[in-house]
């Protein structure tokens, strides 16, 4: 039985070489149709070993297959690819005899396009070194114009200025003119005013005899005779005049009198104060004291009435103040 099976299946084999699955199938069916009879299951068996028998030739059928249709694509791949690569080929040669073709053809005009296009490359850089250069000259230019605008400025500046100072010194020249021709007048006037208005006077101060006063009469006006006279000397303030009190006493008593009392700072600044009705009376133990006195002006502050304040107090208190550099009392009859 055994060989039979074998010779069976050899001869289903061979008789199929066209379709591996018909072939299986047409053993497996011959097996079925010879009905053989065995002892035990070996029928089952035989047909389960010729089953997978035929399953496996599908799968080695399958795989071939398979094989089969990757080779078929590989080599349709290749073969497109030569064809591409072929033609690929032939144009690129086609277009170089074509550029050889133009090359030999042209290759006079080539020359000189190529000797034209070096001119031109040197002509670049020449334009390029002449635009630099024109652009340094330039930044140049530009610097020295804004330095003669400067300078120009500053000019016009400068000349304002000298026609600004040229002004400023006519005018001075004018007020030195009209201040020196006012000194002049003073001056024309102090040597008329000597004559009618000496510096220095003789009065009679009754039993006291005459006396030798010195006159002030540049300061408000003519006729002051100078009474207490402190001046700066040395750095020290120190007095040159000083009329006795009883003297005093006895001018300011006969007739009525005026009073100024004139002062002057370190700085040049000046104060005064003017009074009308001065008189003095003397008090038992010979002290001099206000008798009256009237306020007409001052630029110095006054407070209170002067009336029977100490004569030597009144003038002490004028003077208290250490900055002075001229401190003076002058009288003057009063003119009504």
């Known amino acids: 039985m055994d ?28 097996f079925d149709s010879m009905n053989i009879r065995c002892q035990g299951n070996c029928y089952q068996k035989v047909k389960a070993i010729l089953q997978q028998a035929a399953d496996a030739i599908k799968f080695k059928d399958w795989q071939i297959d398979n094989l089969i249709m990757a080779l078929k694509r590989n080599t349709d791949v290749k073969i497109s690819s030569e064809n591409n690569v072929s033609g690929v080929e032939q144009k ?10 133009i090359i030999l053809r042209y290759e006079n005009q080539l020359k000189e396009a190529l000797a034209l296009l070096k001119e031109s490359s040197l002509m670049l850089k020449n334009c390029e070194t002449q635009k630099q250069q024109l652009k340094d000259e330039l930044a ?52 008329q005013d ?37 001046a700066m000397v040395n750095g020290a303030l120190k007095t040159n005049v000083n009329v006795k009190h009883e003297i ?13 009392i004139y002062k002057v700072d370190e700085e040049g600044r ?13 008090s038992p133990h010979s002290f001099y004291y206000v008798k ?21 107090t009144m003038i002490n208190g004028f003077n208290s103040n250490n900055k002075c550099v001229l401190y003076q009392l002058m009288i003057r009859e009063k003119h009504i």
């Open 3 to 30: 060989q039979t099976i074998l010779n069976l299946l050899l001869s289903n084999l061979d008789a199929c070489q066209e379709d591996s699955a018909s072939e299986t199938s047409s053993i497996i069916s011959g």
């Open 92 to 101: 690129k040669t086609d277009k170089d005899k074509n550029i050889e073709e």
């Open 140 to 191: 140049e230019k530009t610097k020295v114009v804004s330095q003669l605008k400067e300078a120009n400025a500053l000019s016009k500046e400068s000349n304002e200025r000298v026609r600004s100072l040229e002004i400023q010194e006519h005018k001075l020249e004018q007020q030195l003119a009209t201040k020196i021709t006012a000194i002049d007048v003073q001056i024309i006037n102090f040597e």
């Open 194 to 230: 000597k004559k009618i208005y000496p510096d220095q006077t003789e009065v009679f101060c009754g039993r006291y005899g005459p006396h030798l006063f010195q006159v002030s009469n540049d300061i408000v006006g003519p006729g002051w005779l100078i009474i207490w006279r402190m």
């Open 248 to 260: 005093v006493q006895s001018i300011v008593n006969s007739q009525r009198h005026e009073l100024y």
């Open 270 to 282: 000046t104060s005064y104060a003017h009074f009308d009705n001065f008189s003095l009376y003397a």
């Open 292 to 312: 009256s006195l009237d306020l007409l002006s001052s630029s110095i502050k006054v407070c209170g009435s002067l009336v029977n304040t100490q004569y030597s």
